[in-house]
């Protein structure tokens, strides 16, 4: 039996996300392919809309990351990661315990695998007041820490795409979230960052929404 297995309660925690990227629409990552121009940073946002790490209820909270990386990250050859991590201020003590251990990785589950895959360096970690919003018909999504981060996206359309209808791809081979979940495409209205030495202020290029639905420590 693992010490993580050992050491960390069983947890579950279910959601939103989203991220904002460099990549032009379709972002290629997601197709486990390199991205648009080589390198790509970007905000990663997530909701947890239901969340226990074992006694301690997660719902509600947000996390929010920056990150980059030179080449495809699905493909164990890439260079230069780097990320930086926002938590929900509003946690209290153990929930924020919690946080960092899920999506450090070290409680398992697919945010260890993901860790894993990434293995970006760490320019750094703070709380923060994080705004996260999200439409029901998933029309758009917005993520927000007031005066250094600003995501948001509206959903991709097009002439041929049905009223109402999202533009959506499933069995895709690079999704963050994990296998066997769907990707609804958008299209970045605001993507601005000015933290841990990740800057950058543009629009118009690759967002996409993921449901993410885990669970750990690993058997």
């Known amino acids: 039996m693992s010490e993580t297995t050992?050491?960390?309660?069983?947890?579950?925690?279910?959601?939103?996300?989203?991220?904002?990227?460099?990549?032009?629409?379709p972002c290629p990552c997601e197709f486990a392919q390199p991205p648009t121009y080589g390198a790509c940073d970007g905000i990663l946002a997530w909701h947890v809309n239901e969340g226990t790490y074992g006694d301690v209820s997660l719902d509600g909270l947000n996390v929010l990351m920056l990150g980059s990386?030179?080449?495809?990250?699905?493909?164990?050859?890439?260079t230069d990661a780097y990320a930086a991590v926002f938590f929900d201020e509003r946690a209290d003590e153990a929930q924020r315990g919690a946080l960092q251990m899920i999506f450090g990785g070290q409680a398992g589950g697919w945010p260890a695998e993901l860790v894993a895959q990434l293995g970006a360096e760490m320019r750094g970690m703070d709380f923060a007041s994080?705004?996260?919003?999200?439409?029901?018909?998933?029309?758009?999504?917005?993520?927000?820490?007031p005066?250094?981060?600003?995501?948001?996206?509206?959903?991709?359309?097009?002439?041929?795409?049905?009223?109402?209808?999202?533009?959506?791809?499933?069995?895709v081979p690079g999704s963050e979230t994990g296998p066997g979940q769907v990707v609804t495409w958008g299209v970045a209205t605001a993507d601005r960052a000015d933290a841990f030495g990740f800057q950058w202020n543009r629009e118009g290029q690759s967002s996409k929404h993921i449901p993410f639905d885990w669970s750990g420590p690993d058997a």
């Open 6 to 25: 050992v050491t960390v309660p069983r947890w579950h925690v279910a959601g939103d996300w989203f991220d904002t990227c460099r990549c032009n629409v």
């Open 69 to 78: 990386f030179v080449g495809n990250v699905w493909s164990g050859e890439h």
């Open 130 to 145: 994080i705004e996260f919003e999200i439409d029901e018909d998933l029309g758009g999504w917005r993520a927000a820490i």
């Open 147 to 171: 005066g250094l981060v600003e995501a948001g996206a509206v959903a991709l359309g097009g002439p041929t795409t049905p009223e109402g209808k999202r533009v959506q791809s499933t069995n």
